[in-house]
């Protein structure tokens, strides 16, 4: 007798886990250190602000990249998780771009 291929997917809490997992690192980590990278490159030397609006231009352009980073890195996980057999993940990594700003901007944690 033939044994079928079964195909074993993640377990709960492992899935449970890295749902927990990428919603601070998608949603908060990721944004900043896309933000940081872009304005950064406008201190470089002969890029400061020296009156030219050079520095202003990328701090501009880094606030526009870190929710594009954000959201393009939410479906890229999401998308792939799901072909993975996860779960929880792929709806935590669709909702990260949203959740922590959302948080964030309600005033929740600050009453």
Not at 25 to 31: A, I
Not at 70 to 89: D, E, H, I, P, Q
């Amino acid at each position: 007798m033939t044994s079928t291929p079964v195909r074993i997917g993640p377990s709960r809490p492992k899935d449970a886990a890295l749902a927990l997992l990428s919603l601070p690192l998608l949603g908060g980590v990721l944004p900043f250190v896309a933000f940081l990278l872009v304005a950064c490159l406008g201190t470089i030397p002969g890029y400061g602000d020296d009156g030219d609006g050079r520095g202003w231009a990328f701090l501009g352009i880094g606030m526009l990249a870190a929710p594009v980073v954000a959201l393009a890195a939410g479906l890229v996980v999401a998308f792939r998780s799901r072909r993975s057999g996860y779960r929880l993940l792929p709806v935590a990594a669709g909702l990260a771009p949203f959740a922590l700003p959302a948080v964030l901007s309600s005033g929740v944690l600050w009453r």
